[in-house]
């Protein structure tokens, strides 16, 4: 796992997810929240099953059949070999086994010897071992003529029963492609180099954030919130990289970099115990799994955090399962969180999401207020927008903000809170940068 992390797991070490400074024995007994939450992730404590001696977490390797079409069968075993070989040497420092079959990993952990927190719950050992999993099978790259790959890997805790069960049916499936094709095949190459550089600036710790407020619309302006947007810091010079996501959502490890944005966001809310903080997530990590247990841990045990999070969803790529996306919604709310949709109207976004997610934040996308410059009828459209926008959620930010006039057209069309560059471009200092991250802009 990359130094830069700011949830990390050292060998060895197990880190409690609640505040270091905080007494162990306030927090033996989780919320009911996290407890259900948990126990849907597969993660049940004692009273609400047999106990087990064991504890078996199936990892898969999702791109394995797109690696083998672009790379070819020499390359794709190259890659299952080596992630073997990290799973073997997970075992090695924890008392279990591994096998594997196809493209999905067993993993047996006996956990005997484990102590029992929270009343016989395990959780965060197991958050904590899933985070490991995820992130040392995927982590580092492996270098091919074409350029380098990177495994994306899934993961999920199995029940432990006496009847056999399928590792496939426990294990995710391939992922979704278009083989045959050329010009399938030189984009799928192009974003995993895209994803390559990406994950290699933040090894060297070379990503962070530039802060942007978000302002009520009303007298006071007051600051609402602060939104993290991504950058990459090269040579001294800062520059938003948040245009290269998509190609990490096509070859499908958007959900690590989410991780390591939201993680990072966390510790930061820490250093700055009186601001509000939001981040984005794609809508591909909008579903519950082992990506958002150690998460979902955290939030828990420190409520203040949580209350001062907001999750902003993008839909630069499409909502695959609605259903699971409001389910994620819903529990990142039980959790304390907020969340907001984000690019209302672009993209792939649809009136069926705004409508059916439940979130607490509709952000319209910059290009509607844009275009009340130009005719009286897209100032009809921005507050007709607005107007159904506010019928599903409790507030409304009109993205795009430049000047006095956008300003002004957006508080009368309804906006509850603006963001742009007219708020903007006056700095954030009150926001402490996190450890190692880029400072705030000025």
């Known amino acids: 796992m990359s130094a830069a992390r700011c949830l990390c797991w050292h060998s060895g070490e197990y880190p409690h997810p609640w505040n270091g400074n905080a007494d162990m024995n306030d927090h033996l007994y989780p919320s009911p929240q996290l407890t259900e939450l ?25 791109n394995l059949t797109q690696i083998e079409h672009v790379h070819g069968a020499t390359v794709a075993a190259t890659l299952r070999q080596i992630v073997h070989e990290r799973a073997r040497q997970i075992c090695a420092s924890e008392p279990g086994i591994v096998s594997m079959s196809g493209e999905h990993i067993l993993f047996v952990f006996d956990i005997q010897s484990w102590p029992e927190l929270w009343d016989g719950l395990r959780a965060p050992r197991v958050t904590v071992l899933l985070e490991r999993i995820l992130s040392s099978l995927g982590e580092r790259p492996i270098e091919t003529p074409d350029g380098p790959i990177l495994a994306v890997i899934s993961a999920a805790v199995a029940p432990w029963t006496e009847e056999p069960f399928d590792i496939a049916a426990v294990g995710s499936k391939a992922m979704a492609h278009q083989p045959g094709s050329l010009e399938w095949r030189d984009g799928y190459v192009a974003d995993m180099n895209v994803a390559a550089a990406l994950f290699n600036a933040l090894d060297e710790d070379r990503l962070g954030f530039e802060w ?24 001294g010079v800062v520059t938003r990289v948040g245009s290269l996501v998509p190609a990490l959502e096509r070859v499908g490890l958007v959900r690590r970099l989410d991780q390591w944005v939201v993680e990072s966001v966390i510790d930061t809310l820490r250093l700055n115990r009186n601001v509000c903080l939001g981040c984005n997530v794609s809508a591909q990590s909008a579903r519950l799994d082992a990506w958002w247990a150690f998460i979902a841990t955290a939030l828990s045990e420190e409520p203040d955090i949580a209350s001062r999070l907001i999750i902003e969803i993008t839909e630069t790529a499409p909502f695959h399962d609605i259903a699971a996306a409001r389910d994620f919604v819903e529990s990142l709310q039980s959790l304390g969180c907020r969340v907001a949709l984000d690019d209302v ?28 410059s130009e005719d009286a009828v897209a100032a009809e459209r921005l507050r007709q927008l607005i107007g159904l926008a506010k019928t599903c959620a409790a507030d409304v930010v009109v993205e795009g903000i430049e000047s006095d006039e956008d ?21 954030t200092a009150s926001v402490k940068p996190s450890v190692g991250r880029i400072r705030d802009q000025r």
């Open 38 to 62: 948990l126990s849907r992730l597969g993660v049940r404590s004692s009273s609400q099953s047999a106990p087990a001696d064991a504890l078996c977490i199936v990892a898969s390797i999702c």
């Open 212 to 235: 942007e407020p978000v302002r009520d619309a009303g007298s006071t302006g007051l600051t609402r919130y602060y939104e993290a947007l991504l950058c990459e810091a090269d040579g």
């Open 345 to 372: 109207g672009a993209g792939h976004s649809s009136l069926r999401a705004l409508i059916d997610l439940g979130v607490d934040i509709a952000k319209i996308d910059h290009a509607y207020v844009r275009q009340t």
């Open 407 to 427: 300003a002004e057209i957006s508080r009368k069309s309804g906006a509850t809170w603006l963001q742009g560059y007219l708020f903007s471009r006056a700095g």
